[in-house]
């Protein structure tokens, strides 16, 4: 699929970025997680009262908009959600758009509690400059395993598969690389990064041609004999969106944009015989991130087949929208 034109930055509104609506003013407030402490509620409350239209609108990606915005206001705006803590960063505002299992540490379901993982990917996203190059659009999304938020194709998702890895996931399309939950967030931020790298005009992942730029290897389904478990999602990681949608290849040649050294394989999957032996190779390296893929003498990657099984869920929970 060729890439998707852009012919400028997108015009997603923020808290800085008002959009100017039929009836007024729209402001979002990114809400990393979903989360909204008490006094921040009675603070957005307030302001949607004061200088707007005295709603809260709830967005497809759990944030918040207020309506209705008169001319002049914006600056107060910005003061009080600044005041509550609504606005850490003037500069990364609009791209703090990180989805996360609603439930996750709540309910008991899942492989981990992932909001350490959203507060620590929200301050790492807001530290480094770069990344205020994002698109308002672009998505983050940390799926506790239930398979909730990985099913909306985020751009970098981070789905677990056990209490002690996760797969990295770009636009539904699982890379074949590993972390463990200390090291999650810098892989996710390198893939970030990568894409900066390798886009043109592109706002999304998604949008990326299906021969990457600069040399960038397709890997996977898009004909790389090499891929592996890359270019597919991982076994129990939906398919598909929610609107029965497949996910793209051309996430997979960001996998070549990634850091070399966070793709050191540390250990081989293992796989049951018939007979409930386990067999395969284990491999150890000292990049955070884990790779399934093991290579032949003659510096070439053979075809694994995915070998963890967790039980398959279709998301019954929000759709990926712009929001």
Excluded: K
Aim: aromatic share 2%.
């Amino acid at each position: 699929m060729p890439s998707r034109s852009r012919t400028g930055p997108d015009r997603c509104p923020g808290t800085l970025r008002i959009h100017a609506a039929a009836d007024g003013g729209l402001a979002r407030i990114r809400l990393p997680g979903g989360a909204l402490t008490g006094p921040r509620s009675a603070a957005l409350a307030d302001a949607a009262a004061d200088l707007g239209d005295g709603f809260l609108e709830l967005t497809s990606r759990a944030n918040l908009q207020l309506r209705g915005i008169a001319d002049g206001a914006e600056a107060e705006l910005s003061d009080r959600l600044r005041a509550a803590g609504l606005l850490p960063s003037t500069t990364h505002e609009r791209v703090r758009n990180i989805a996360a299992s609603v439930l996750s540490g709540r309910d008991g379901a899942g492989h981990l509690d992932v909001r350490p993982l959203v507060a620590a990917l929200d301050a790492a996203l807001c530290a480094d400059p770069s990344l205020a190059a994002l698109s308002g659009r672009f998505l983050f999304a940390v799926d506790d395993g239930r398979g909730d938020v990985i099913a909306m194709r985020g751009d970098i998702g981070l789905y677990a598969l056990a209490p002690d890895e996760l797969a990295l996931v770009l636009a539904g399309t699982d890379t074949g690389l590993r972390a463990r939950p200390e090291d999650a967030v810098a892989l996710a931020l390198d893939a970030a990064r990568a894409f900066l790298r390798a886009r043109t005009t592109e706002w999304r992942i998604s949008d990326l041609p299906d021969t990457p730029p600069d040399g960038m290897r397709p890997v996977g389904r898009g004909g790389d004999p090499g891929g592996g478990d890359h270019g597919r999602p991982p076994e129990g990681v939906p398919a598909a969106a929610p609107d029965g949608t497949p996910p793209g290849e051309a996430a997979g040649g960001l996998v070549e944009g990634i850091e070399a050294g966070r793709r050191r394989p540390s250990r081989s999957p293992r796989r049951t015989s018939r007979t409930g032996r386990r067999s395969g190779r284990s491999a150890s390296g000292t990049g955070g991130a884990r790779s399934p893929r093991s290579s032949r003498s003659d510096g070439s990657t053979p075809r694994r087949s995915a070998t963890s099984r967790i039980a398959s869920r279709r998301s019954s929970s929000l759709r990926g929208g712009a929001s």
